[in-house]
């Protein structure tokens, strides 16, 4: 089974504070994502990466940053966390080998900025 | 842009019952995939069915089946024999073909009544 997992199920950072949020997949996947959930607004991209060192932006990079040293890991990186970053933040990855198309997900990190 | 639509934000079903989620996409492509994902309250979202767009039969998965109408660009999930299990936010998706970009619905938040 492929396991999605991130760092943290809750947190609450301040305003103004650096936010690191973690994600490790164990299943050697090229693929990994970053996505924020907000009510009535589904799930929407914020980067991917598609290999080691390299992104691309989603549809709302701004605020955020990413970072892909290793194959296994992808970091959403928030520089001055601000209060309308307050969300539901999930990561998933998926792998272009064979026929299958999943995205596999992680649990989910609820971040409250204060 | 290509962008998902679930014209339901909250729907419930007695149990054993069968309800039908609605969902419908816009997109210029004919390559593609369509998606079901459930995401139980605190837990992790799954995968529940996948449809690739040159399948003209409908994809099923035990008490899981679709609708997919290619020409009127839409994509229903039906559950039946519904369970308390299946209580969860439901997610429609789309995805291009050799594409990252994932496109996800709002949601819809189903209720199993007993």
């Known amino acids: 089974d492929v396991k999605v997992t991130q760092s943290s199920r809750y947190l609450v950072k301040r305003t103004g504070e650096k936010v690191f949020l973690e994600c490790v997949q164990d299943?050697?996947?090229?693929?990994m994502f970053w996505y924020r959930q907000d009510p009535g607004l589904g799930l929407r991209l914020i980067y991917f990466?598609?290999?080691?060192?390299?992104?691309e932006k989603g549809d709302i990079p701004e605020g955020y940053s990413v970072s892909r040293e290793k194959k296994e890991r992808f970091s959403l990186i928030l520089e001055s966390a601000s209060t309308n970053q307050t969300s539901m933040y999930l990561c998933?990855?998926?792998?272009?080998?064979?026929?299958?198309?999943?995205?596999?997900f992680g649990p989910g990190t609820r971040l409250t900025v204060l | 842009a290509q962008t998902v639509t679930q014209s339901q934000p909250e729907m419930s079903v007695q149990e054993a019952e069968t309800v039908t989620l609605s969902c419908t996409y816009d997109?210029?492509?004919?390559?593609?995939?369509l998606f079901w994902y459930k995401q139980p309250p605190s837990r992790q979202m799954i995968l529940v069915i996948r449809?690739?767009?040159?399948?003209?039969q409908n994809a099923t998965e035990n008490r899981f089946s679709v609708n997919f109408q290619k020409a009127a660009k839409s994509f229903s999930l039906k559950i039946s024999d519904s369970q308390l299990g299946d209580a969860a936010m439901y997610f429609c998706a789309y995805r291009r073909t050799r594409s990252n970009d994932m496109r996800f619905g709002a949601g819809t938040r189903l209720t199993v009544k007993p």
């Open positions: 299943m050697d996947h090229e693929n």
């Open positions: 997109t210029s492509e004919s390559d593609y995939y």
């Open positions: 998933a990855s998926r792998t272009d080998r064979g026929h299958t198309d999943t995205q596999y």
């Open positions: 449809q690739e767009a040159y399948k003209q």
């Open positions: 990466s598609y290999d080691v060192k390299m992104k």
